[in-house]
Each structure stands twice: as structure tokens, then as C-alpha cells.
């Protein structure tokens, strides 16, 4: 079994900047991809940002330029920087990975609230 373990939500003022992180519990050889999705209250899950194994980045447009996924394969940890944050950002935040034999899996997710 593959485990995420996703941290480095909170509480934030919007303008300000949040960093969040997620270890996997297994080798970066059998991870293609991982990255981040959101779900705000009311709201269906959402694409936020994803790095694959070989470099590409998959994010959605409303991060973009605000918000910087990378990757330390040493650690099988994805980060996530948030910075400009805005009040519809709020949402919890749930870190993926994809692995080769057990396909996608999800973290326990982590609260993002940024305040007006």
C-alpha cells in the first residue's frame, strides 16, 4: 500500500502565501505523476497543478502565475507554492500521485482558507 501524507494548510489574509507539501511512501520510480487537487464547499474536485515524472506540468489556468508546483524526487515529496492568494482559493487541497501498480491515490487533504 502507497501512502500521501499532504500538510501546510491554514488560514491566510488574500494576498498572502501558503506552501504546502506531500511525502509518498514509496520510491520515485513508480510515481509517473503527483500534484495537487482542490474541492471548495459546494464545488466539484478540481485540477490545481500536476508534475509528471518526465518534467511536464499540468495546471489549471486560474493558478497560473500565482501558484508553483516542483518536485524533490530524492524525498517523493511535491510542494506547492501559493502566493497572490485569493478568497476563492479557499478550499481543502488534496495531494495525488499516480503510481504504476496502484494507479492514483489521494492524501487526507489539507484546509486552505484565505480571508477577505
Known amino acids: 500500500q502507497v501512502q500521501l501524507v499532504d500538510s501546510g494548510g491554514g488560514l491566510v489574509q488574500a494576498g498572502g502565501s501558503l506552501s504546502l507539501s506531500c511525502a509518498a511512501s514509496?520510491?520515485?520510480?513508480?510515481?509517473?505523476?503527483m500534484g495537487w487537487y482542490r474541492q471548495a464547499p459546494g464545488k466539484q474536485r478540481e485540477l490545481v497543478a500536476v508534475l509528471t515524472s518526465d518534467g511536464r506540468t499540468n495546471s489549471a489556468d486560474s493558478v497560473k502565475g500565482r501558484f508553483t508546483i516542483s518536485r524533490d524526487n530524492a524525498k517523493n515529496t511535491v510542494y506547492l507554492q501559493m502566493n497572490s492568494l485569493k478568497p476563492e482559493d479557499t478550499a481543502v487541497y488534496y495531494c495525488i500521485a499516480d503510481l504504476l501498480r496502484w494507479g492514483r491515490v489521494w492524501g487526507q487533504g489539507t484546509q486552505v482558507t484565505v480571508s477577505s
Open positions: 514509496r520510491t520515485i520510480s513508480s510515481i509517473t505523476a
